[in-house]
């Protein structure tokens, strides 16, 4: 009998994760993992430790070298390998070979997407400049410590305040450079924080250094000789600087599996069942390109987080590989819960924010408290939280946390409140530790959760 | 009409909580509130911190004095004052002013027993010395801070290491003291710590300085002045000291309950119906004196926490003060989650152990893992947990948490997932953050929820 072959094109976190597990899952078939990029396996997440300097190597970011995944699983690796098309007909996918230009074929039987997302510079920041930066893949994030390498100080222009964009003043921050955060209409990640909240923060990075401008990135000033000189903003500035990061958000490498006719969705996410199965029967797709089902509001798109990578990847490749053969693994549902350091403030959110809610048609409403991470008897930070939660069903729908201690750890307990779709009244009754040196009394998420309950009961049933 | 008049013995964070809940449940009721010493209202969990000299005055753990208090919420307060008997028939208490040494009488409409627990000092420790300490209320912290003051170094045997025992580790090493701990059969937090867990703490406390004794105190050598000079122990060791802390257990104060014809449970915890009212109509009890019933087995038995302390506090007062008007507030079943820093270790643990679980007749497993607090690039310390699972139902039991950093707040994620009666399955499903500086991508708790549904896979229905 002939092999099954399993293709998987995208070798970062779900890639790997989908091969591992189809490997598990059949001994025998033949596993080819092909990546654009030079490098597979490695910590994304981490890449702002590397940038500023604070880890000596960007190996210590790769979990496995293309040999060692390769001898490890048995799993033939292409790096440097650019996909042309995907013929979903035929089954079979155009290579080439970036190295040797040289073009191949292959067939399959199943074939897996994990080709992620790729940083989205607009137009107004591009340029032949190499002084423009992105922090997407590893070699993004080794290009841009090698400069920082050569020069230890300067100013950077940080145009965007989403999640990379935080990355990049962490890095750069932390290797020692100015920085200046570009937060269109003062939000910074807008995704997971409602404005009140994005304030605090905002406040936090200004005290330590960081300069925050409320504008937007419209274009760039480089010198004949391709230098950066500044950014120019829709406020009509130009802020003089020595380098610029485009953290301006990202798009889905999709554009291979709509040529193959395969569904997405308006972002372009990439549509999947339970089982991770694309409109394509004998093609799946894990990691960050694909549209996941927020528990939430039952809506689907992409929620890239390192946890659902590895774990669309562990059902992808289990699925592909067993060729109709044993149970089906299904992806879950997932809750937007994230969370980020920077610049010595925890910041996390989970479920959804009082815009994300009353955008999905949610009669929503939140409330804001100012606590603390410990006793007041004992050293303790600020910490400030705000919770949302639905009139009439009064469903506890997300929390936005933001301190310098324990902001982290109790995003995780609201999300165990979201998963088992849990009430304010719920979040008020769990027995929260009280430890002085490590929670107050009250702790801060059953304050807040009090909070709530009372606002709630001020516009419908009262709680118990 | 004459005011409805509501009676609370015991003045620390239940009764004081039942005051204030009383009379914002009814503006007009006559409160009287008595405790048999000096203080009311105080954090009798921050004792360490003022034994251990970090704070300036025993003020700082005292939230109401007695005039404020009673200024605040109208209530009259009557410290220094013993409660000789309960008449539950007449509905009257029988008081003794231990300062004139009159005696009084007072009628009651409603009746609140908030007497908490005492220390229980064995026999064998029992002695006129006056250097034999005990830690339970804040004259105790008061006349052990006294000591420390004048003798800044020495070296104390605690006795017993159960919570108390090591707050008192905690006061007496922050206070320069040498410390030996007499945990017999070498178990540390024996009702929150299985044995494998109670070794690491144990290890920890011995990396620190403190000496860990696998005995039990049978008696003291005390000199002809009064002076401690050893404590002897039941392996035939005499252990010289200077002073010895008696963590040995505590008691509730539920005697003059007992004698009024109230119901106990075996161990003396006052039974309760969920409005919080004992077997005499007329009388409510909250606080550590109470036997709650335990959402995970169904039995009841005190747990003595803060926070049950003033949630039964609120719905005792209310209840108490309502006089049958308007919907009966009702306590919730309650989850065993309690934690503590010593030596600059986190523990926390909820639910059940497997000790606590085989012995309520579960078919219960545990697994333990070591894990880290962040991700191996960032600074991280070791995480130790324990989780525990049924078999057949895969419901998770409990969780045992040790380590430098992230023990505490991982353990409300745990309790969360208890209260919503989760499966280990559920707990391998949560969308923990992974925040390289504060978890790893694969959180402890994820990675812990692998192993146990591993463990149940082996021996019952697999996991999906």
Redesign the interface.
């Known amino acids: 009998m002939r092999k099954r072959r399993i293709i998987i094109i995208g070798a970062v976190a779900a890639g790997t994760a989908a091969a591992a597990a189809a490997r598990r899952a059949n001994p025998d078939a033949e596993i080819v993992l092909v990546d654009q990029g030079p490098d597979i396996s490695y910590?994304a997440?981490?890449m702002?430790?590397y940038v500023a300097g604070?880890?000596a190597s960007d190996d210590?970011?790769v979990r496995f070298t293309p040999a060692a995944f390769s001898e490890r699983y048995r799993v033939e690796v292409r790096v440097l390998t650019t996909v042309l098309a995907i013929d979903a007909e035929t089954r079979h996918i155009d290579l080439l070979d970036e190295r040797t230009g040289e073009k191949d074929q292959l067939w399959y039987d199943a074939l897996i997407l994990a080709t992620g997302v790729r940083a989205h510079v607009p137009e107004a920041l591009r340029t032949a400049s190499h002084q423009v930066y992105v922090l997407r893949r590893l070699e993004d994030a080794r290009a841009l410590r090698t400069r920082l390498d050569r020069d230890a100080s300067g100013h950077a222009v940080v145009a965007g305040a989403g999640y990379v964009g935080l990355d990049g003043v962490e890095g750069l921050t932390g290797s020692g450079w100015r920085v200046t955060l570009l937060a269109s209409g003062g939000r910074i990640l807008k995704g997971g924080l409602d404005p009140e909240m994005s304030l605090h923060l905002g406040r936090w990075l200004s005290s330590q250094g960081v300069q925050i401008r409320n504008e937007r990135a419209t274009g760039l000033d480089v010198s004949p000789d391709g230098r950066i000189r500044a950014v120019r903003t829709d406020a009509g500035e130009r802020i003089g600087c020595d380098l610029v990061l485009a953290a301006t958000g990202t798009r889905p490498n999709s554009e291979l599996a709509v040529a193959a006719g395969i569904k997405v969705e308006r972002s372009g996410g990439i549509l999947v069942n339970e089982a991770l199965q694309t409109s394509e029967a004998a093609i799946w797709a894990c990691g960050d390109v694909v549209a996941y089902t927020d528990l939430m509001t039952g809506s689907s798109h992409p929620v890239p987080?390192?946890?659902n990578a590895?774990r669309s990847g562990r059902v992808a490749g289990r699925n592909a590989a067993r060729g109709g053969v044993g149970r089906a693994?299904?992806m879950?549902k997932?809750?937007?819960?994230?969370?980020?350091?920077v610049a010595g403030l925890?910041i996390?959110h989970?479920g959804l924010t009082l815009e994300g809610a009353v955008s999905a048609g949610l009669d929503a409403v939140a409330v804001d408290i100012r606590h603390r991470s410990a006793?007041s008897?004992?050293p303790n930070k600020p910490l400030y939280v705000r919770l949302v939660g639905e009139r009439g069903t009064r469903r506890l729908l997300g929390a936005q946390l933001i301190g310098e201690e324990?902001a982290?750890?109790?995003?995780?307990?609201v999300?165990?409140?979201l998963?088992?779709e849990?009430t304010v009244d719920?979040a008020y009754?769990?027995?929260?530790?009280?430890?002085?040196?490590?929670?107050p009394?009250?702790?801060t998420?059953?304050v807040a959760a009090r909070q709530l309950q009372k606002k709630l009961d001020a516009s419908g049933r009262p709680s118990?």
């Not at 997932?334 to 350091?341: C, E």
């Not at 009754?429 to 929670?439: G, I, W």
């Open positions: 910590s997440c981490e702002p430790i604070d880890i210590r970011l987080l390192a946890l590895f693994a299904a879950q997932v809750i937007h819960a994230a969370g980020v350091s925890e996390g989970t006793s008897n004992s324990g982290a750890q109790r995003t995780n307990t999300t165990a409140l998963r088992s849990a719920d009754a769990l027995d929260y530790l009280y430890t002085p040196k490590l929670a009394a009250h702790d998420l059953f118990a």
